[in-house]
């Protein structure tokens, strides 16, 4: 692979950084893949005036050039699919299938949003007294903080920066430390594809809060983007508060996945595949807590425990892998601990439950039962390849086991039965169902959850209103 970018873009320029140097580990290994210089304060001083000083003439930009420049970057990712997909596997161990599964995810929101760009509306409208007209105005709204997570490093920058710059807003990214790369690469691709300099700017940093708290209270940052975890995503809405700055929040999830009787359990068990173990399980859409109806329960059991034997553990490079190693150290101490917890409270296991010798930071396919509702198991986020699975007996109980968490970002059902899987759909509280699907993200849907998942929404037609604001104009004539 040709040598990468590997510090601060701002202005349209490689900075030197003026933070801390950060190792980024190839999780397959251990061994460091590349130092990054970090960003520190003064590059983020910078990145703002470089996007402030950018925002008039690209807020002015015709919406149809706007549109070409994310047009072309989706192409240029297609172009550059394989260079991107290695990058991924080798920052992040998710399995090559998975890593140019998500360049083409990632890319169709510039393709989606490029076509966004000459859409942006307003309406003219009669004051119901008659006495005036109301005209209404879309306008971006302004210089964009986005703060992405680790787990989709393309996918979850991309459905921010499309719709942002679709919209003529200005960016300055900040991604998570443990996949800069892959936001840098993006960085030089919008480059090359015309974005001007100042547009997108990307902050790569192993100590965020400083970084983000100093961002969030500079005057020029009008709005706050994250996607993350729901306890930083509570701490950023509160430093986001005192300038109430507009916020658009994508946190964690909790999804049940629910397999009915009358369900075909094949298919269930290969859109079980899907919820659970694309990205090896670390996915905010993942399904984390199976909902099966008692009478299948242990038929679905046999067959999902049979499809995740055949996986194969190894690194996301080799083509062979079905399941690649967790990002980090952190990640499995974290899952042993959430299994340990339960087997010692008498859960069954099925399959795997031991974390594989190292180097690298494997843990394997495991399916349990028996293991309690009231478990962290059950009630966090699993983020990782780690099934169990809870037999109910009735619909009711399901709706209120379903619904029995603060999250509610996303959630799978499978039935033979429509109505009832509508008639159930509906009184869940979760901002995105798959009915007889096991996957949900499209970027042509509006993805975001209810309760404590998150504010607001990406992608689809709701996506780019993130990114405007509105204000009217009352006029006679
Ligand atoms: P995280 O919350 O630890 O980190 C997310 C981002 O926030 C990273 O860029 C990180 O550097 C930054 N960050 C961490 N601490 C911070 C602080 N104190 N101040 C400012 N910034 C800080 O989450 P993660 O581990 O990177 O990602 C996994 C989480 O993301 C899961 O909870 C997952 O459900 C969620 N997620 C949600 C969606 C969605 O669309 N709803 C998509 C992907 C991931």
Redesign the pocket.
């Known amino acids: 692979m040709r040598e990468l970018p590997s510090s601060p873009y701002i202005a349209g320029a490689w900075a030197v950084g003026d933070g801390d140097l950060f190792d980024v580990l190839n999780p397959a290994t251990g061994e460091v893949l590349a130092t990054v210089a970090g960003a520190g304060e003064r590059d983020l001083e910078s990145a703002l005036a470089a996007a402030s000083d950018a925002l008039p003439t690209w807020s002015r930009t015709a919406p149809r050039v706007r549109g070409e420049v994310l047009r072309r970057a989706f192409e240029l990712m297609h172009e550059r699919a394989e260079e991107l997909a290695t990058l991924m596997t080798l920052e992040m161990g998710k399995t090559l299938a998975d890593a140019r599964a998500e360049v083409g995810y990632a890319a169709e929101f510039f393709r989606w949003f490029a076509e966004e760009a000459p859409r942006i509306g307003g309406e003219l409208r009669t004051a119901p007294s008659g006495g005036n007209r109301i005209l209404t105005l879309r306008k971006p709204v302004g210089v964009c903080l986005l703060?992405?997570?680790?787990?989709?490093p393309a996918a979850?920058a991309t459905?921010k920066i499309g719709p942002a710059l679709a919209a003529g807003c200005t960016v300055v990214l900040?991604?998570?430390?443990?996949t800069p790369l892959t936001a840098l690469y993006l960085a030089g691709l919008l480059a090359e594809a015309g974005a001007p300099p100042g547009v997108v700017n990307v902050l790569p940093?192993a100590q965020?809060?400083?970084?983000?708290?100093a961002a969030l209270a500079d005057e020029r940052v009008r709005k706050l983007s994250?996607?993350?975890?729901?306890?930083?995503?509570r701490?950023?809405l509160a430093?986001a508060a005192p300038r109430v700055l507009r916020c658009s929040?994508?946190?964690?999830?909790n999804a049940p996945f629910i397999v009915l009787e009358d369900a075909d359990l094949d298919t269930a068990v290969d859109g079980a595949m899907l919820a659970k173990m694309r990205n090896g399980g670390?996915?905010?859409?993942?399904a984390n807590r199976f909902l099966v109806r008692a009478e299948v329960a242990e038929e679905f059991t046999a067959k999902l425990t049979d499809r995740m034997a055949a996986l194969r553990l190894g690194p996301g490079s080799d083509e062979a892998t079905g399941l690649g190693p967790m990002?980090n150290r952190r990640a499995v101490e974290r899952i042993t601990k959430l299994v340990d917890d339960v087997v010692a409270g008498g859960a069954k296991i099925h399959l795997g439950a031991t974390p594989a010798a190292g180097p690298g930071f494997f843990y394997p396919a495991t399916v349990l039962t028996g293991s309690s509702q009231a478990s962290t198991l059950a009630t966090e986020?699993v983020?990782g390849p780690v099934a169990a699975i809870y037999p109910v007996a009735s619909d009711e109980e399901i709706v209120a086991r379903a619904n029995a968490t603060e999250y509610g970002?996303t959630g799978y059902l499978y039935t033979r039965d429509l109505a009832r899987g509508l008639r159930i759909g509906e009184q869940l509280e979760i901002g995105m169902i798959g009915l007889n699907r096991g996957l949900v993200s499209d970027p042509a849907a509006p993805?975001?959850?209810v309760r404590q998942?998150?504010l607001g929404r990406?992608g689809g037609f709701e996506g780019i209103e993130e990114y405007l604001e509105t204000s009217y104009i009352a006029t006679s004539w």
């Open positions: 703060v992405t997570p680790w787990n989709f979850m459905r900040k991604p998570a430390e443990d940093t965020p809060g400083p970084l983000v708290a994250f996607t993350g975890s729901t306890a930083v995503g701490l950023l430093q929040m994508e946190l964690g999830g670390q996915a905010c859409t993942a990002v986020e983020f970002l993805f975001g959850g998942s998150g990406e």
